[in-house]
């Protein structure tokens, strides 16, 4: 009976710990930021259309959409978390604290399509004390803020040349495409990297002194690093970087 018991309690606590992943992945915001994502996809579209011959027009939109579909998109990334992700509990723990809700909401607030189209020609420039330069370096250093922008940004720009190569295989040359591919991924990540700490200062603006350091400390750990490492992969993974025919 005791046995029977304890099982019981295994089976019982079985879905409540298979499920930390999905937590975090909602707690720290990832469907909010897939669908300012979509967002931008769309706006992408958009500005191809008085540009393009109708039916190259339609193989984009047709193209870019299947690719980037919502919810694949989540079942990617999250999938990835899962596999990158061994233990969630640390950073479901930030992420469901007080400063975690405040840092998504400062991120969310920032990839707004509204906000993205307000500071199009960049953001102001932040005046702040050495102590708080100080910190944004140490945050700059420990997100992967460069990598992640660079992928969404070729993902983005990318829907074009995506769906001409798919209407006229051999166009873009598949070892020609990818040397371009790494080149423009170089330079997008050092023009990301040569901004990011007036950007961060700028997203964690309403963050107080004490609150960016405690984000730093998070950021920094093992638990913190293991989660941004496992986070860029699930962005690959989201965009369907390197592959031809997700689904």
């Known amino acids: 009976m005791r046995r029977f ?10 879905p409540a710990w298979a499920d930390l992943h999905d937590q975090l992945y909602k707690a720290a915001g990832w469907p909010d930021q897939r669908a300012h994502f979509s967002d931008a996809l769309k706006a992408a579209q958009q500005r191809y259309q008085n540009s393009l011959p109708p039916a190259v027009f339609q193989a984009l939109v047709n193209n870019s959409n299947q690719r980037f579909a919502p919810q694949a998109m989540d079942q990617r990334a999250e999938a990835r978390l899962r596999q990158g992700l061994a233990d969630p509990q640390p950073a479901l723990a930030f992420f469901q604290s007080p400063l975690g809700h405040k840092v998504v909401a400062a991120e969310l607030l920032a990839t707004r399509p509204d906000q ?7 953001i102001p420039h932040m005046q702040v004390a050495d102590t708080r330069q100080l910190l944004i370096g140490h945050l700059s250093r420990a997100l992967p803020a460069r990598e992640a ?32 591919l790494d080149n423009q991924r170089a330079r997008l990540m050092q ?20 609150e960016l350091e405690e984000f730093v400390s998070f950021a920094e750990s093992p638990q913190g690093q293991a989660y941004y490492q496992a986070a860029l992969a699930a962005v ?3 965009l369907a970087v390197g592959q031809a025919n997700p689904g």
């Open 5 to 14: 018991l304890l099982l019981l309690l295994i089976c019982c606590s079985m």
């Open 149 to 180: 922008g660079a992928e969404v940004t070729l993902a983005i720009a990318g829907v074009a040349a995506d769906s001409l190569s798919s209407m006229i295989p051999g166009l873009l040359g598949g070892g020609s495409t990818q040397g371009l």
């Open 116 to 122: 993205l189209a307000q500071h199009a020609s960049g």
């Open 236 to 238: 690959k993974a989201g």
């Open 191 to 210: 023009q990301i990297g040569n901004d990011l700490d007036n950007t961060l200062l700028y997203v964690y603006r309403d963050l107080s002194d004490p």
